[in-house]
């Protein structure tokens, strides 16, 4: 399959802190991969790096035929790459319209992608003159995806989307998920074990920054004693 992204011996620091220490990764075109890994293994990290947020001190990532290694964020973003960080990113004293609308290049949105939008997440339609801090957590996450594909990108990177979020809001985020990646190629960090097997064609598990295992998720999710080494748990226990 051809790769929309790679990362070749990538390393980060942050502060006096080594990070990532020579991550090798192929994202394909098309649909969900996984980036797995216990908590503080670098996953965050190499969303961030990948973005432009924080500088690899070694190394080169690859988007499509752009080398976007030491490019701005801004740029990086023009090059099609949205970014959903844990945090949400969105802006709680405006509306969910006034974010959605500082996610589109000339403050405008096209009539039938802002439809297809509302079509997935019908709660910012219902909400679109409510102040974002007003949102409960589901919907915060669904605005913050909501501007990612606000326009038409060819990657979005995610990180922990369904963090606190309730089973029903999740099962509705699958859903959506599936929908989007039909356009849109997904970079998915996630613990929700069940949230990731449902979506990821395939999946990378990151290890004291350093992929310690590639492949297709369905192998990982059918191989207990794979999941038990590489992440010391059982998807089995999530499902």
């Not at 959605?100 to 439809?115: N, V």
Request: glycine share 8%.
């Amino acid at each position: 399959m051809n790769a929309i992204l790679r990362l070749d011996d990538v390393h980060t620091d942050i502060g006096q802190y080594r990070v990532l220490h020579g991550i090798s990764l192929d994202v394909p075109e098309g649909g969900v991969h996984v980036l797995l890994g216990r908590n503080g293994a670098g996953k965050t990290t190499t969303l961030r790096t990948i973005m432009g947020l924080w500088r690899a001190r070694k190394g080169a990532i690859v988007f499509r035929h752009h080398d976007i290694t030491h490019i701005r964020t801004p740029d990086i973003a023009r090059l099609g790459i949205a970014y959903v960080p844990e945090n949400m990113g969105i802006f709680g004293g405006l509306t969910v319209e006034e974010n959605m609308r500082l996610a589109t290049a000339t403050g405008k949105f096209d009539p039938a992608r802002l439809k297809r939008v509302l079509a997935l997440f019908p709660a910012m339609e219902k909400f679109w003159t409510r102040q974002a801090f007003a949102l409960s957590g589901g919907q915060k996450q669904m605005l913050a995806i909501s501007r990612a594909i606000i326009e038409r990108r060819d990657l979005i990177l995610i990180d922990e989307p369904t963090k606190g979020l309730a089973p029903a809001i999740i099962r509705a985020m699958i859903d959506a998920f599936r929908e989007i990646a039909t356009e849109t190629t997904i970079l998915l960090v996630e613990q929700n074990f069940l949230f990731a097997r449902s979506l990821g064609s395939t999946v990378a598990v990151i290890d004291d920054g350093r992929i310690i295992h590639r492949g297709g998720m369905a192998e990982l999710a059918a191989d207990e004693a794979l999941q038990t080494r590489l992440l010391s748990l059982s998807l089995a226990a999530h499902q």
